[in-house]
Nanobody, 124 residues
Framework: QVQLVESGGGLVQAGGSLRLACAAS????????MGWFRQAPGKEREFVAV????????DYADSVKGRFTISRDNTENTVYLQMNRLKAEDTAVYYC?????????????????WGQGAQVTVAS
């Protein structure tokens, strides 16, 4: 089991940028497929982005493709989500999730470990 802690959330104006970080402990993320999910008030959790443990691939939700970039720094044991051109509809709690030696997937139920979440609020 790996412990995950998100940081970098906050309030930003529409069109602005934020970078979320997910610091892992108790495990080496090079063995984990790492995903970002989000949940807006009154809505179900949804997939945002994923990076494979083998670092061979990434995947993005259509709603963020071209604006968000997921990356990993295995030496720092940290995964990042760079969010550009933010929109009001990006407002949500963002969660980092880990799946050991698993293929990238958009299904949150396939991830065993989750962080506590980081609030991102985009003011229009």
């Amino acid at each position: 089991q790996v412990q995950l802690v998100e940081s970098g959330g906050g309030l930003v104006q529409a069109g602005g940028s934020l970078r979320l970080a997910c610091a892992a402990s108790g495990g080496t993320i090079s063995y984990y497929t790492m995903g970002w999910f989000r949940q807006a008030p009154g809505k179900e959790r949804e997939f945002v982005a994923v990076t494979a443990y083998s670092s061979t691939g990434t995947d993005y939700a259509d709603s963020v493709k071209g604006r968000f970039t997921i990356s990993r720094d295995n030496t720092e044991n940290t995964v990042y989500l760079q969010m550009n051109r933010l929109k009001a509809e990006d407002t949500a709690v963002y969660y980092c999730a880990a799946r050991k030696l698993g293929e990238p997937t958009r299904f949150g139920t396939r991830y065993a470990d989750w962080g506590q979440g980081a609030q991102v609020t985009v003011a229009s």
